[in-house]
């Protein structure tokens, strides 16, 4: 009869406190034989916080007619902690895959109380066949554990043991047992078998790894290149660089500085990956690259017009400007020709033409279309001018985003706002100081945009992952009765002013734009938001100058937070679990559960999760 036992493979940590001589593993010994893999793991505090999991294979090499087998399986219960113990083919052991067997066990003992031996935690577990079945010789794994780091080094210390399977050798409980008894080993049992431990390894790390880079937001037109530097803190030298642009990694960008150039106008995101000779991580923070298709971009064309209305904070004395009205006359290249109309208080008019050059500044209520903020120019009487801000405002009855700079002339405080789309003047602000006088021009009619038309928008996905590996968010929107999809002039859109649509399709009134998912995420991620309610806005223009706009509120969150509370954990799992099998509009249905965005909850999601147990953000 066989004989029944509970012996299992012991992973002995023998405690080697603030030391880091760490004894030479023998990765497979002779047959018979138990031994652990991997044979070495050695973990950093910068890499590996507490509550980090890694697992360990036991594997086993048996002789001619083995048919069971038993391995008590020691550790440090003072570092570690067991969470998970499983055979290696599911049902039965690798070793015994294709037979029928009863599995005994696991015994887990995570305090230490194992007699004779204070301190030793121990898991253990045996396999035997059933019958008079038996096995040639064979080596394969047989079971796993799932650790759970629980300690970690001081400052300067190194806390190293072993998980062995030679703790359960005097115990009587690390064998093979044979079917018949053999020349070899008459008795049919090897209570010595050969063994090999697993030597692990935890070492405190300095200060943490952290990298900068700069500048962290630029503008360049195609072909112009700019010169990204870092700067590296911490870790453990020497260090290895990846530069990534758009969240794909850079062929060959691996120094401490990169050249960026493209020669294709959009927004583009930059960041930099670091990593130190123990092996930890850090990302920087991420810069903004917005490239323009030329310095020659003219916003303004012939028979364009804008209106001007003057106020002053005070009653002013004699005949002052009421309004002023600008028209192009004539926009060739960069050359333009403009009749300027000031309507005075008492009625009277002076009309006037003006020609010169947009982008060389000739023409101080016009500049270059789609300039922001650090761009610089000279303006005709104020030398080099840089752009200080971006902002929105109402001007003309719509919606504008504008570019701004101040400059003082004379004692006169003076605020230029231009249409950051076309580059007119919208807002000129003039403030003194003595006297005490405050004066503007603002817009207040124009044929360059109308007042935006309200527009039904629909974002997809509903719930944005801001990590995701997608490429793509879907708006579309839904004109007005009377409006024509096709109509819409595709390369005026943006998202939040910012990201530009990429890609379109029309049909009726109803139109789908993609935007660039990273451009949208980073945006998003540089307002310092990681979860919660956003609202998105799209805006554009039709082929008439109409402008439209309209806005939807998405949810975003981070890998594998469910619940959004940053960090994932038990909750987030249970989360995903329970909306196992459901989709839009069924019940348990969670947006925030559909992990990989394909409109079901299944076992894909699930693991998703599950793999990030125990990230916290940020």
Known sequence: MKRVFSGILTILLATIAISSVVPAIKAQPPSPAF????????????????????????????????????????????????????????????????????PLGPIIDNIGNTAGYPGVGSVEIAETLIG???????????FYVTFNVTAAPGAGQTLSSLIDPAFGLPLGETVFLLQSPSTIY?????????????????????????????????????????????NVAGGTPSYSFQWFLNGALVPGATLDYWTFSSVTPGSYVVYLSV????????????????????????????????????AANVTLPGVIPEWIRLEFLSVVGSQASV????????????????????????????????????????????????????????????????????????????TYYWDRQTGIIVEVDETSTSPPVTVSYKAVETNMWSPAVPVELNIQPICLNLQSKGRWITATIVLPEGYNAGDVDVSSMLLNSTVPAEKSSSHANSLTVKFERTAVSMRILSKGIMWGNVTLTVSGRLADGTMFAGSDTIEVKMPGDVNMDGKVD????????????????????????????????????INAVAKLYGTHYP
């Open 275 to 310: 990593t130190d000779s123990l092996g930890a991580t850090a990302e920087s923070n991420v810069a903004t690259v917005t490239v323009y298709a030329s310095t020659g971009t003219i916003g303004v064309k012939t028979g364009d017009w804008i209106k001007l209305e003057f």
């Open 35 to 102: 031994w652990v893999v991997p044979s070495t793991e050695t973990f950093n505090t910068n890499t590996t916080p507490v509550g980090t999991l890694f697992n360990v294979t036991v594997m086993a090499a048996a002789v001619n007619g083995t048919d069971a087998w038993s391995v008590q399986l020691g550790f440090n219960a003072s570092q570690l902690q067991v969470v998970a113990v499983g055979l290696t083919d599911v049902a039965t052991s690798m070793l015994f895959a294709g037979h029928s067997t009863t």
């Open 186 to 230: 008459p008795t049919g049992e090897i209570d010595n078998p050969n063994t090999a431990p697993c030597a692990y390894s935890f070492v405190a790390g300095g200060a943490p790894l952290s990298v900068s880079i700069s500048p962290s937001s630029a503008s360049v037109t195609v072909n112009q290149t700019l010169l990204f530097t870092s």
């Open 339 to 414: 009749e300027e109309t000031l309507h005075m208080s008492d009625g009277t008019e002076q009309t006037f033409t003006v020609n010169g050059d947009i982008m060389a500044g000739d023409l101080v209520f016009v500049i270059p279309a789609n300039m922001t903020t650090g761009d610089s120019m000279t303006l005709n009487g104020f030398g080099t001018i840089v752009i200080a801000g971006e902002t929105t405002r109402t001007y003309a009855g719509a919606s504008r985003t504008v570019v701004w700079t101040n400059f003082e002339e004379s004692g006169t405080q003076l």
């Open 132 to 142: 008079n079945d038996f096995i040639a010789a064979a080596s394969a794994s047989v």
């Open 570 to 605: 038990i909750r987030d799992v249970s989360l995903a679990a329970r909306g196992f099998g459901s989709h839009p509009g069924s019940a348990g249905w969670n947006p925030a559960a559909d992990e990989n965005e394909d409109g079901k909850i299944d076992i894909r999601d």
